[in-house]
């Protein structure tokens, strides 16, 4: 087995920090993506939409979309479970993390792919009008967030999730997308504080 | 329990293909969204996002995100499996319909949603500019699924899952998207026959 992974990138981060929570090890390959080495033939022959990371099992079978190689990790070995446990909690954890995707992350990435310099000749064309409307959109829902994390210790519920990965990747990912944090969303900070002093934050 | 359900969208078309496969009835309430009942206050303490479908829980849990409501039914009744079964086929299913949700579902949508008259009152700004860039990259994806379909019959592998109804959903929507399919694909064309000739399909 083989995880292609890239230090720089938000979303490898997300498979390396839910490996960490469940603690497992596994050989890993990195692939520098500011020297384009995912544009390269070889990685398109693993992952033919370029993108990182994939996973490589014994049998040859290639496992792409952080999220997917996640689950079949969480399949391996459920404990501790971060897809959540019987039907309702299953379902809040999905629910919560593709709204932390589709809601924050996609929109952060967005001003990241289309108005970062460096991201020129990754996104092509780039589309600056677009990172401008999803701009505020990113900062809206973080707003949402204080208040639900008013009323709760983590992200999903009372039990850190899958879905406090991708919330803390994405939050961590406004820097480089040049995205202040607002001063005033002290439960959102209290959040980001407790999941990065997690050992897995650093992984 | 409740379903609020649209017909006209596409994203509540896959939860009900998903419970017509299941052999589920759920009690159901229309909302209008060209009428912009989703954008009512009464709807908005339903799903503070304004999206549809949610469902409610007899406990008032609500759950919204189309696959986050699949996967509560998947979890209550297991068979037929539309998610997989066992760590890789898992994976596999999770990998499948994220691709067509990333790389083309998404793509069909922005062109929708940036581009049509329709929209112009419900996707504020529009950016035309991102339509037109995404417009090439949905059709990237179908020539690539056409490959992969001549591979297997379904789009993650020998049966019939989750991802063949999340790409169902997204090449009708290339209807009122004003794309067209291109005439060449044999492979997607043989799989879309087959996906909408099941009875699931007209759900």
Known sequence: MKLYD???????????????EKGISVPTEQVDIMAKQHKTPEYAAINPFQRMPALVLDDGTVITESIAICRYFEALQPEPPLFGVGAKEIALVEMWNRRCEIEFFAHVAAVFRHQHPAM??????????YAEAMRPRAIRFLEFMDGE??????????????????????????KPARLAMPENLSNVRRWHAAVSARPSARA
């Open 6 to 20: 890239s230090r720089m990138a938000p979303n490898p981060r997300r498979t390396r920090i839910f490996l960490a």
């Open 120 to 129: 020129k000749e990754l996104e092509v064309p780039q589309v600056p009008a």
């Open 149 to 174: 994390l008013g009323k709760r210790e983590f992200v999903s519920g009372d039990r850190y999730s899958v879905a406090d990965i991708t919330m803390l990747c994405a939050v961590d990912f406004m």
